[in-house]
């Protein structure tokens, strides 16, 4: 399986730092000695303080695997040791250690239609996966349905409408659609049989959006789930 | 030791129960899955114990709860870099069961399949003597279906994803497989204490 792991851990030097949205920091990564990564996969950011302290997080790349740059995009948590150090320290020229590219499996191909269902920040994986599709001139393939709170609050949202992906907005209305969850019949026209179907958000966002994929008839073999987050709910 | 990082000093408070690179999640409990949840109804669970065995066997929900019962109280820790302290887990040894199929002596690993297919792989010595358990009670309650439940794997001195959720299996082996994740990337043991979080650690 294509992974860099085992090439532990290497330098990145921070190229650009961008704020699109509200508590997020989108960060260009010029990565020494890179490998290619999948459109899908994640790197791991480490931290480490003076006295030999580390923190370290999993962060989803964002861009295509032709882009001489990687970039992150970091939803910033109040709570979080890592997203607030990224959000709020982190500046251009900055030297940070990453590792990655890390996983095989939430993975597109780039050949098999596939459908693509995210929650807030889950958008991230699917944005790489996007920016893959356009360079190969095979955006066909890709069926995409996201949902946010609020246009403000979603990520790439500009790039995600242009690419025809349907918009979920939980709080306000979005054109004619009033402010509602997604739900299962929002997925039956993306749906096709032959696709493999990626599930990535909350772990609340993923655990429903997923059964409406089995509701549908979607073989649970065929949904690829990548959850992040609290639970949402008391232990 | 890595050079610091600018501007970070980390955490003031480091608690001796946190192996490197781990947090404490406090109350919450993070679900991860790489699939969808199934629907598993207690009535129809069952685990087998196969593959290099002596007496291969297969417990229903009924005969398992007959089994004597065990408990696990401690810490958790997930490769995600979430640990959870205290956990209070119940269900039957896998000491129990293997007593029961007997692993031949060329039995030097197993291989744990879930419900929905997941695998994960461990040395048979990491689920012996008191080191695993199938566990079906959280807090004093039956397991959440989200985190496992009816039953669950239980390995807490490895990383959690070895906790297989929705067990289903347990194939004594020879010679070691990778699982589901160790095919793709992570360690074939994975020791929080270590840090084997991925291949090469």
């Given at each position: 399986m294509v992974t860099a792991a085992n090439r532990g851990w290497r330098t990145a030097t921070v190229s650009g730092v961008r704020r699109p949205i509200a508590r997020a920091v989108q960060l260009r990564l010029d990565v020494h000695d890179r490998v290619d990564h999948l459109p899908g996969q994640h790197y791991v950011v480490r931290l480490t303080a003076p006295d030999g302290y580390t923190a370290q997080r999993s962060y989803s790349v964002a861009s295509a695997p032709g882009d001489p740059l990687v970039e992150l995009f970091v939803e910033r948590l109040d709570d979080g040791e890592v997203s607030t150090h990224l959000a709020d320290v982190v500046e251009r020229g900055d030297e940070l250690e990453v590792r990655g590219p890390i996983g095989g499996w939430f993975v597109w191909d780039q050949v098999s239609p596939a459908l693509l269902v995210a929650g807030g920040s889950g958008v991230v994986p699917f944005v790489s996966m996007l920016r893959t599709a356009r360079a190969l001139g095979r955006t066909d393939l890709l069926r995409i349905a996201v949902s946010a709170r609020t246009r403000e609050e979603l990520p790439y949202a500009d790039e995600l409408e242009e690419a025809g992906a349907l918009v979920v907005l939980t709080r306000e209305a979005n054109g004619i659609r009033p402010a509602g969850r997604l739900t299962a019949a929002d997925l039956v026209p993306l749906w096709e049989p032959g696709q493999t179907a990626y599930v990535c958000g909350s772990s609340g966002f993923a655990e429903a959006a997923g059964q409406f994929l089995v509701e549908l008839g979607v073989d649970p073999a065929a949904i690829r789930v990548e959850r992040f987050g609290p639970s949402g709910g008391p232990a | 030791m890595p050079p610091p990082t600018r501007g970070f000093l980390g955490r003031r408070q480091r608690d001796p129960r946190l192996?490197?690179?781990?947090?404490?999640?406090?109350?919450?409990?993070?679900?991860?899955?790489?699939?969808?949840?199934?629907?598993?109804?207690?009535?129809?669970?069952?685990?087998?114990?196969?593959?290099?065995?002596?007496?291969?066997?297969?417990?229903?929900?009924?005969?398992?709860?007959?089994?004597?019962?065990?408990?696990?109280?401690?810490?958790i820790h997930c490769v995600t870099t979430w640990s959870k302290f205290g956990t209070w887990f119940a269900g039957v040894s896998v000491d129990t069961l293997l007593e029961a199929a007997r692993p031949t002596a060329e039995a030097q690993f197993v291989m744990a399949t879930s419900k929905t297919g997941y695998t994960t792989n461990l040395p048979l010595a990491d689920v012996t003597g008191g080191k695993a358990w199938l566990v079906w009670e959280f807090d004093g309650k039956p397991l959440p279906i989200e985190h496992g439940g009816p039953v669950r794997l239980l390995v807490p001195h490895l990383y959690f994803w070895k906790s297989a959720k929705w067990i289903s299996k347990l194939t004594l082996m020879a010679r070691d497989q990778p699982g589901f994740w160790e095919q793709n990337g992570y360690h074939d043991r994975g020791d929080p204490w270590r840090q084997q979080r991925y291949q090469g650690d």
């Open positions: - | 192996p490197p690179g781990q947090y404490d999640v406090g109350t919450d409990w993070p679900v991860l899955t790489a699939e969808p949840t199934p629907r598993i109804a207690p009535e129809t669970w069952s685990v087998t114990v196969d593959g290099r065995v002596e007496a291969p066997t297969t417990w229903t929900w009924d005969e398992a709860h007959r089994l004597p019962r065990s408990e696990y109280r401690g810490d």
